[in-house]
T-cell receptor, first 114, second 111 residues
Framework: DAGVTQSPTHLIKTRGQQVTLRCSPKSGHDTVSWYQQALGQGPQFIFQYYEEEERQRGNFPDRFSGHQFPNYSSELNVNALLLGDSALYLC?????????????FGSGTQLSVL | GENVEQHPSTLSVQEGDSAVIKCTYSDSASNYFPWYKQELGKRPQLIIDIRSNVGEKKDQRIAVTLNKTAKHFSLHITETQPEDSAVYFCAAQYNFNKFYFGSGTKLNVKP
């Protein structure tokens, strides 16, 4: 049973560039959430996708966008990168509607913006 | 808005001692409170959780308590071991499985 997988594991970009991160949820899960974890901080909620739509959004600008595909996998896109976007980006999957909606995290993508 | 505060930020204990980490949350609608352990360079892993209709839950050396009236919940680790050294995060669930996390506690268990 595969867990949550993310790619790539590391990425280096320069300011102003765009980046796409990818996530495959745990088998049986249909909901994908994205979190940003700055160094020494807890994960911060970016947004959540369910049934191929953005269901909830945290306090992040429109430069952060996403997508969910019919197979429940998801992408996170960040445009016009800023130095402050450097962080570990975590994908978490869950199953909506079961009453046991535990979050399972991937290993993350470490993004460095130079 | 929603907020989760976590204390202490660092905690150093001797092997065999107990460790307690405390969190408070702001939204009384929260009803699910997980705890995650994150080792350096690894993903956060769920170690224990508690729902609002339960006051305490134990799993071997780990226990979590919840005071819904005071909006407090705590993680208790007994008989600590060096492999317990990691960063621990509390979280509170809001609508549709949206979670707010504390800022983390770095636990160091000295052999």
């Amino acid at each position: 049973d595969a867990g949550v997988t993310q790619s790539p594991t590391h990425l280096i970009k320069t300011r102003g560039q765009q980046v796409t991160l990818r996530c495959s949820p745990k088998s049986g899960h249909d909901t994908v959430s994205w979190y940003q974890q700055a160094l020494g901080q807890g994960p911060q909620f970016i947004f959540q996708y369910y049934e191929e739509e953005e269901r909830q959004r945290g306090n992040f600008p429109d430069r952060f966008s996403g997508h969910q595909f019919p197979n429940y996998s998801s992408e996170l896109n960040v445009n016009a990168l800023l130095l402050g976007d450097s962080a570990l980006y975590l994908c978490a999957s869950s199953k909506t509607g079961t009453g046991e909606e535990k979050l399972f995290f991937g290993s993350g993508t470490q993004l460095s913006v130079l | 808005g929603e907020n989760v505060e976590q204390h202490p930020s660092t905690l150093s204990v001797q092997e065999g001692d107990s460790a307690v980490i405390k969190c408070t949350y702001s939204d009384s609608a929260s009803n699910y409170f997980p705890w995650y352990k994150q080792e350096l360079g690894k993903r956060p892993q769920l170690i224990i959780d508690i729902r609002s209709n339960v006051g305490e839950k134990k799993d071997q050396r780990i226990a979590v308590t919840l005071n819904k009236t005071a909006k407090h919940f705590s993680l208790h680790i007994t008989e600590t071991q060096p492999e317990d050294s990691a960063v621990y995060f509390c979280a509170a669930q809001y609508n549709f499985n949206k979670f707010y996390f504390g800022s983390g506690t770095k636990l160091n268990v000295k052999p």
